[in-house]
Antibody, heavy 121, light 108 residues
Framework: EVQLVESGGVVVQPGGSLRLSCAASGFKFDDYSMHWVRQAPGKGLEWVSLINWDGGRTYYADSVKGRFTVSRDNSKNSLFLQMNSLRSEDTAFYYC??????????????WGQGTLVTVSS | DIQMTQSPSSLSASVGDRVTITCRASQGIGNHLAWFQQKPGKAPKSLIYDASSLQSGVPSKFSGSGSGTDFTLTISSLQPEDFATYYCQQYNGYPPYTFGQGTKLEIK
């Protein structure tokens, strides 16, 4: 069974930094691209970032480009999102999701439960 | 970037009804479209991929159609557990992979 567990969400001041983690199990982690998707409280879903299976390619939404960095450690079945220069509009639940396609780029077919990041002074 | 527009934004229906939600892409995306269901306080759940393929374990009351720029999600014989928010997402080519703004399906 695929399991994804996010962690690291806390309250942080504007301008601060935070690193989210996602622990994966139940599938061959190093065969799949991984996504980060966020959702501000009461709002819709926003795709944030994708990293390919070996970490060699990364993609970002314009809203986070230059501030967020996605990475992975395939030896530990873990995905990360380093968030710098945080703004109030980054306040959201952050979900990691496994890509549906083996060694491709598609949609997230399995999602974690999310972790809440609150940017506030 | 490709923009995704869902309609309606909200929809009231009764148990037993059949409903259709529409998603339009700002440019052609082939059949690279997925539909998700999200209930309050829960993560999104994948329902449909490649515009019309049912995700494993999803009941056949859910169906998707379309290609190019216009897509629909149809839910037949609504049950109480189907009342939720539904999102489309395009995954054409390389990211960014944008979502529609969501359609909230409520009980009439």
């Amino acid at each position: 069974e695929v399991q994804l567990v996010e962690s690291g969400g806390v309250v942080v001041q504007p301008g601060g930094s935070l690193r989210l983690s996602c622990a994966a199990s139940g599938f061959k982690f190093d065969d799949y691209s991984m996504h980060w998707v966020r959702q501000a409280p009461g709002k819709g879903l926003e795709w944030v970032s994708l990293i390919n299976w070996d970490g060699g390619r990364t993609y970002y939404a314009d809203s986070v480009k230059g501030r967020f960095t996605v990475s992975r450690d395939n030896s530990k079945n873990s995905l990360f999102l380093q968030m710098n220069s945080l703004r109030s509009e980054d306040t959201a639940f952050y979900y990691c999701a496994k890509d549906q396609s083996r060694r491709g780029y598609n949609y997230g077919d399995h999602w974690g439960q999310g972790t809440l990041v609150t940017v506030s002074s | 970037d490709i923009q995704m527009t869902q309609s309606p934004s909200s929809l009231s229906a009764s148990v037993g009804d059949r409903v259709t939600i529409t998603c339009r892409a700002s440019q052609g995306i082939g059949n690279h479209l997925a539909w998700f269901q999200q209930k309050p306080g829960k993560a999104p759940k994948s329902l449909i991929y490649d515009a019309s393929s049912l995700q494993s374990g999803v009941p056949s009351k859910f169906s998707g159609s379309g290609s190019g720029t216009d897509f629909t999600l149809t839910i037949s014989s609504l049950q109480p557990e189907d009342f939720a928010t539904y999102y489309c997402q395009q995954y054409n080519g390389y990211p960014p992979y944008t979502f529609g703004q969501g359609t909230k399906l409520e009980i009439k």
